[in-house]
């Protein structure tokens, strides 16, 4: 079994869907872990509400395309729709952020996630979750990469968030 780590993001009806994604993923993989929920404002567009966003880990052994194709199936069982434009507000936008240590293209999915490094949506919630962790290309902790983050033009803050499943820390 093989650490898997995805960000979780919606703005469209936001609870609801960021519940019923971690429901899918309890449901799916073993040893669910996520961080606390934080709002934060869009990035890139300026059109629509504030985001939800989180980090969830757990283990699997499926591929990168396995997984991959897991969360877009998701995310359009929750109403995403293919070819909307990138800066849109979304109902559930799942993205495969790391599998294991593994960097580079595999099964046609980049590793790490790029986001991780330019955005504190990502990165807070990972280093929240993963602290220790090292980010497989860089070798930095995500706490150490936290810590040395700046970018004045993302804000995000934590939220209240009930999800009756959530594990215990």
């Known amino acids: 079994m093989t650490q898997v780590s995805v960000s979780i993001g ?3 009806d936001r609870e609801f869907h ?3 994604c971690l429901d899918a ?3 799916t993989f073993a040893g669910l872990a996520i961080s606390r929920v ?6 890139g567009f300026e059109d629509g509400h504030n985001f ?3 980090v969830a880990a ?3 052994d499926w591929t990168p395309g396995e997984l991959q194709a897991w969360c877009k199936r998701i995310e359009r069982d929750h109403g995403r729709r293919e070819g909307t434009p990138k800066f849109s507000p979304r109902t ?3 993205d495969l952020l790391t599998v294991g240590d593994l960097v580079g293209e595999h099964d046609g999915v980049l590793l790490p996630r790029g986001e991780i490094l330019h955005h504190a949506f990502v990165l807070l919630p990972l280093a929240e979750l993963l602290p220790h962790t090292p980010h ?3 070798g930095r902790t995500y706490a150490e990469l936290w810590s040395s983050f700046r970018n004045d033009q993302q804000r995000l803050w934590p939220i209240e968030f009930d999800w009756p499943r959530r594990p215990s820390r």
């Open 10 to 12: 919606s703005n469209i």
């Open 18 to 20: 960021v519940r019923r």
């Open 25 to 27: 993923l309890h449901d």
């Open 38 to 43: 934080y709002e934060s404002e869009p990035v």
């Open 52 to 54: 939800y966003n989180l």
């Open 58 to 60: 757990f283990d699997s």
């Open 92 to 94: 559930l936008d799942i």
């Open 136 to 138: 497989p290309e860089d």
